[in-house]
């Protein structure tokens, strides 16, 4: 059974798209129709077990479930993007076996803010019921939405890092997918806030936002046995934005 999760929207609807033809598919999402997709919030273990109760040998897993800076407070979106998507990744675990492959979407914003020392550490526990207290005491405004996206995607990288080892022990694979500008309603949405936006495509390498179909057609190639040999890290489909952004270290 192959699985995308947030597929009500935006890229995880453009992957759901490029799925249909490829075996049963299972469609979820928060704002799930009650028909084709069924409503899931990856913040309620319940909702999540629900889905997990429906798959028994897991193909692609695709989880494009976020919040971004615009959307919630900084503690909703750690909660979204980090600490519910490694809730996601174990309680699918059962239903691994040799071909299984999942892809988590990050962001390139991952990719722009260098983790203050001691963060990395708090962010691979995000199931702490300490964890916005050592976030805290590490010197971060747990509230900031836009911290808050970086760091909660910069925790994405880190675990499907630190879980591809077990993946591996079942013949499963597990990877990242950082997008950078998409034309999605969630690009338009923080494109519309933060006109730094535009200077970023602008000064891409190719100088335009993507259509979200060209996401999706990386994440399902991740998810293919054409990437049998990519796990545990993170492929950044960014059209060369954080290369014109970030200089190589001399
Ligand atoms: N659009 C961009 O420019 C961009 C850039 C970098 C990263 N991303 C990341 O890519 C992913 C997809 O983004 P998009 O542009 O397609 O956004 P989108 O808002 O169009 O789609 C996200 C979907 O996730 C769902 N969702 C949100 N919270 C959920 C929850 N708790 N449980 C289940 N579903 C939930 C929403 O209902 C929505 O359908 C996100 O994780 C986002 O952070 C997007």
Known sequence: MNVVIGASSGMGAAVARLLADRGPLLLADRDGDGADIVACDITRPEDVAAVVRSVDELGALVVTAGLSPSMAGGRDIYAVNLVALER???AFEPTLRPGSAAVCFAS?????????????SVLDEPSSPAFFDDLAAAGIDVDDPSTAYAYSKAGVLRLVRRLAGTWG?????????????????????????????????????????????????????????????????????DGGAVAAMVPPTP
């Open 169 to 237: 022990t079942k013949g499963a694979r597990l990877l990242s997918l950082s997008p950078g500008i998409i034309d999605t309603g969630m690009g338009r949405l923080e494109a519309s806030n933060e006109p730094m936006m535009e200077a970023m495509v602008r000064g891409s390498a190719i100088g335009r936002q993507a259509d979200p179909d060209e996401v999706a057609a990386v994440a399902v190639f991740l998810t293919s046995e054409q990437a049998s040999f990519m796990t545990g890290t993170d492929v950044l489909v």
């Open 88 to 90: 996601v990744l174990r």
């Open 108 to 120: 390139m914003a991952a990719h722009l803010m260098p983790l203050p020392p001691g963060v990395g």
